[in-house]
């Protein structure tokens, strides 16, 4: 069983930056698949980026295009946490953000898609303001 535990939200107004972190608990963490996602009210909930690492081999992060260029996921194996860089936020970012995680390495595509996660974190609120 894995537990994810986001934190890192608040209310910042449009231009500042945030950084979100999702603590892995549960599990070894030296194989894994890390998204976040997030959901404004009355949305859909959205990929915003997944990083996949294995001991050993490369590590391969993908951002969405809402936000490329804007937001950076990373890793530290050794803190069991994976953090959301968000800078240049705008208000349109406003939302819920949720970590999710399985622990695959997934070299071949990247998980963009909700379902294909078994574990998720409560979720962060995030509110920029104009």
């Known amino acids: 069983q894995v537990q994810l535990v986001e934190s890192g939200g608040g209310l910042v107004q449009a231009g500042d930056s945030l950084r979100l972190s999702c603590k892995a608990s549960g599990r070894t963490f030296g194989t894994f698949t890390m998204g976040w996602f997030r959901q404004a009210p009355e949305k859909e909930r959205e990929f915003v980026a997944v990083?996949?690492?294995?001991?050993?081999?490369?590590?391969?992060?993908y951002s969405g295009d809402s936000t490329k260029g804007r937001f950076s996921i990373s890793v530290d194996i050794s803190k069991n946490t994976v953090y959301l860089q968000m800078n240049s936020l705008q208000p349109e970012d406003t939302a819920v953000y949720y970590c999710?995680?399985?622990?695959?390495?997934?070299?071949?595509?990247?998980?963009?898609?909700?379902?294909?996660?078994?574990?998720w974190g409560q979720g962060t609120q995030v509110t920029v303001s104009s």
């Open positions: 999710a995680g399985d622990p695959i390495y997934s070299s071949d595509y990247f998980r963009t898609d909700p379902r294909h996660y078994d574990y």
């Open positions: 990083i996949t690492w294995k001991e050993g081999s490369p590590y391969y992060a």
